[in-house]
C-alpha cells in the first residue's frame, strides 16, 4: 500500500532499535552495573582522594559539590522532583544516569577490582565502534543492492521513459479494488512527474542563453537567502543557550519555579522549532530554483540534514564556550558575572542531551495525535473546499528517517555524558514505530514520489555515517583536551578524561610502552593510512577490471544477436526471392523484428506519440 520505500523506513527503524538494544545492554553490564553495585563505598572513595596530596583538591571539591547538591535536593518540594525527573537535574544528578555519579577509583565488588575510570572509557569507545560496525555492514548491503540492480539491462533510456509507463507499468494480477485504485493512483503520478520533467526541461531548451542567466542569478539568491536562514538559526540556538545556562546557574534561583523548567528547556525548544519551519521555507524555496524534481528533492534533505546537524553542532559549541570560561575557581566553577556557575559540566552536558531527546519523543506525541490525526479527521470527514485542499496528511519518508536520524545524533553526543541515553533511545525508537504505524492506519496517506526500497536505503545509511563522523569529533577533543571537573565524574582527578589510559600504560613494561607508543605515533598513522589508499586503489581498480568485462561479454551478446538476426533476414530474403515460403518478404523480416530481445530496442517514435496522449493525464 505505501511502497517500499516506507517499508524500507521501518527496517532502519528496527535495525537502529537493536543497535541501541545492543549498547544498552554493553553500557549496562560494564558501566551502570558496577557502579550501582559499589555506590555504597562513597565514604571510601572519599577518603582514598583525602589519603593523597595529588588528589587532596578533588575530595575537597567533591564534597563542596555533594552539598551542594544536597542543599538543591532537600529545599525543593513534590512539584520539585517532577521537574528535576524532567530536567535530569536535583536527585537525578546525583544517580547512575550521568557521568558526574561514577567513582574515580577503582570499585571493590567481591573479590574483584574495578578499575572504573578506564572501564568508562573503553566500554564508551567500544560503543562507538559497533555503532560503526554496523553501518559498514547495512552500507555494504545496501550498495551492493544497488550495484546489482544497476548492472541488470533496461529497456528504458532517456528518450523511452514514456513506454514502459503505458505498456508495462500495469500489473494485470491485480484482483482487489482497493489495491487497484491505489495503484492507478501512482501509475499517475509518475506520469504526471514525468511529463512535468518533460516540460520543464522544454521550458529551459526555449529559454536560451538568458533564460539560463536569469535562473543562475536566481539560484544564488535563493542559496545566499538559505546562508543567512542556517546563520540566523545558530545564533538564535547559541543565544539561547547562553540566556539559559546564565539563568540557571544563578545564585539564589528557585529551581522548582516554571520560569526554570522554561529556560532550561529554552534551547530545546528553539531547535524544535527550527527543525519544524525551516524544512517548510527550503522546500518552497527549492521550488523557485526550479529544479527537476529529484534534484530539488535532494537538494532540500540536504539542507534539512544540514540543518539538523548544525542545529546540534552550534548547541555543542555553546556549551563548550560556557565551560571553558576562564574566570573560575579552585574547582573549576565559573565565578559569576563572567562565567555560568556549572559545578559539573560533565553532568551538565548530559543534562543537555537528556532534554533533547525527551523533547523529541514530546514532539513525536504532540505533531501524531495533535497535528496528524485532527488533520487527517478534518480532510475526510469534512467535504468543504478548504478540508479537500489541504488533505490528509502525506508519509514523508524524509522527514521521518531524518527524525530517526536526529534521536540517533542525540545518543552518539551524549552518551559518554549520559550512559543510559541508549536505553533511553531504545524505548523511544520502539514508541516511536507504533507511532508511525498507527499514524499509518488512521491519518498517513500514500506518498505520492515513492522512493525505491535500495536507493532509500543508501541514502539513510551514507547521512547516518555522516552525523556519526560529526558526533565523533567533538566527543573526541572532549576527551583528550578539555580539562574535566575537580568534583565530579570518573575523571576527576586527573585534569582530561583521556589521564586513566595514560596511567594504565604507565603500568605497562617498557617494552608494552614502546609498543603504545608506536602504535600511537604519527609514523604508524602514515603507515595506515597509505596501506588503506593502496587498498583502496587495488579494489577499485578491481571493480572496474570486472565492469569492463561484464561490458565486453555484453557488447559481444549483441554482436552475437545482431549476427544470427541478419542471417534470418538474409534466409526469409532469399526464401522471398524465390516466390515461396511461410513468413517470406518483408512481413516476416518485421514479424523478426519485434521478437528480437528488448536490451537494444528504441521506442522513440513510440515516445513521442506517448507524450502528446497522455497530456490529459
Known sequence: MYGSGVLSFFVFLKSLFALNIILSILLGLFVIAPQAAGSGQYSSMLASLMSSEKTNASGLCSEIYAANLSSVISSGASLARFLDVIQGTGILENTILFVGYYFPTALSIGALSYNMPVAYLAVTGAAFFISMLFMLERTGAAFKEVLLQRAQPSVSSKSTRFSPLILSAWDFGLSDSKTANLAKQLLRNNLVAELDLHRLLQRRLEAGRCGGCSLIAKRVLVNILVLGLLCGAGFAIYQAQKVSAEYTTAAGVDTSSFAYLAYQYLPMVIISLLVAILPILFQLLARLEEYTPD??????????????????????????????????????????????????????????????????????????????????????????????????????????????????????????????????NSVVLFLLFYLRKFSCHFSYKPPDRPMKNSSATVFFMVTLFLAYFVCLLPIGYAIVSISTSKGCSPFRTGGTAYQPIKDVVAGFSSDGRHLIDYLSSASFLFVVIISLLIAIHYYRTLAIARKEIGDQRLKQLNEQEEIKFARIRSARLAEGGSGGGRGSGPSGVQADEANRPLVRRQHSGFDAAAVSGTEAV
Open 295 to 424: 534534484t530539488e528533492l535532494a537538494v532540500t534533505l540536504g539542507r534539512c540534514i544540514f540543518l539538523r546537524l548544525a542545529s546540534l553542532t552550534v548547541l555543542v559549541i555553546s556549551i563548550y564556550s560556557i565551560i571553558t570560561c576562564d574566570t573560575k575557581d579552585t574547582c573549576g566553577v565559573g565565578v559569576a558575572p563572567r562565567c555560568s556557575a556549572v559545578h559539573c559540566w560533565e553532568a551538565y552536558v548530559g543534562q543537555a542531551f537528556y532534554k533533547l531527546e525527551i523533547t523529541f519523543f514530546a514532539v513525536q506525541l504532540v505533531v501524531c495525535f495533535v497535528v496528524e490525526l485532527p488533520r487527517s479527521l478534518i480532510a475526510r470527514k469534512c467535504q468543504c473546499k478548504a478540508a479537500k485542499l489541504i488533505g490528509p496528511p502525506e508519509f514523508n519518508i524524509s522527514d521521518s528517517v531524518l527524525d530517526v536520524l536526529y534521536a540517533q545524533v542525540i545518543v552518539w553526543f551524549g552518551m559518554l555524558f549520559c550512559p543510559f541515553l541508549p536505553v533511553m
